[in-house]
């Protein structure tokens, strides 16, 4: 009985090396500071934790998306990545009159990074299957599968 390990730290995990996930992550640590200011200003109380809700859910998704082994799968939840990126961005507008406009500048940059990357990725993978110990493979280049019925 074979048993999967998981990995001994998070560079060991190959997720670790999909950069728009990386990046991320990298979102979502500076976000946090974001939230905590924006907590604290009455009429942006609310949009802190929708803030932070959305930028967690970027990352969230992606990770669930690339655990997932056919390419349809995988696309359709980083479509939903996508969408938590445009939401993000849409807070972030929303909070600059108390983060300011250079600080939501660079987060917008590095939003807008993430939505290139998943605008490219997306697409590809619809194409793509994923199965556990063969090479992926894209499904139109696999040749089509025909029954044959064996009368007795």
Excluded at 28 to 49: F, N, R
Aim: aromatic content about 6%; some cysteine.
């Amino acid at each position: 009985m074979s048993h999967i390990v998981p990995p001994r730290s998070e560079h060991d995990d190959p997720l670790s090396r999909m950069k728009a996930y990386t990046f991320a992550r990298e979102l979502l640590k500076d976000c946090w500071p974001d939230a905590e200011k924006t907590k604290h200003h009455e009429v942006t109380q609310k949009v802190s934790a929708q803030l932070y809700a959305a930028v967690g859910s970027i990352a969230a998704n992606i990770a669930e998306g690339y655990s997932r082994s056919s390419g349809k799968d995988r696309a359709r939840i980083f479509e939903y990545a996508l969408g938590s990126v445009r939401e993000s961005m849409t807070w972030y507008y929303a909070a600059e009159p108390v983060l300011g406009e250079s600080l939501v500048s660079d987060r917008l940059d590095k939003l807008e990074q993430i939505r290139r990357m998943l605008l490219a990725i997306i697409p590809r993978e619809r194409n793509h299957l994923v199965r556990p110990g063969a090479s992926a493979k894209t499904e139109s280049s696999q040749a089509p599968r025909h029954r044959v019925r064996i009368s007795h």
